[in-house]
């Protein structure tokens, strides 16, 4: 099994930026693919970015294009996420998720099968 624990979330101004953190532990070894996905209130679950094993990362084409950067330290079983140029729409909850299968669709929750317990990001305007 792997646990992971998001942090990094907080109140933050329109047109800020935060940087959120995932840190895994456990079979860190049986990780393929990390993501990050965001729920607001009232909303599905929402797909952000993600990196594979091979550093291959993957990044939604929706809201949040170009302002996303996903990193990582594998020494540190770390992933970050970092969004720029922050909007009150990006409030919700974030949550890291990782997928311990060769394969899978990078862009539904149901591919993922370890989860954080999210971390909030409050966007004030």
């Known amino acids: 099994q792997v646990q992971l624990v998001e942090s990094g979330g907080g109140l933050v101004q329109a047109g800020g930026s935060v940087r959120l953190s995932c840190a895994a532990s456990g079979e860190t070894r049986s990780i393929y693919a990390t993501g990050w996905f965001r729920q607001a209130p009232g909303k599905e679950r929402e797909f952000l970015a993600a990196?594979?094993?091979?550093?291959?990362?993957?990044y939604s084409s929706g809201s949040v294009k170009g302002r996303l950067s996903i990193s990582r330290d594998n020494a540190k079983n770390m992933v970050y996420l970092q969004m720029n140029s922050l909007k009150p729409e990006d409030t919700a909850v974030y949550y890291c998720?990782?997928?311990?299968?060769?394969?899978?669709?990078?862009?539904?929750?149901?591919?993922?099968?370890?989860w954080g317990q999210g971390t909030q990001v409050t966007v004030s305007s």
């Open positions: 998720a990782v997928r311990a299968r060769p394969n899978g669709d990078l862009f539904s929750s149901v591919s993922y099968d370890y």
């Open positions: 990196i594979q094993r091979s550093g291959d990362f993957t």
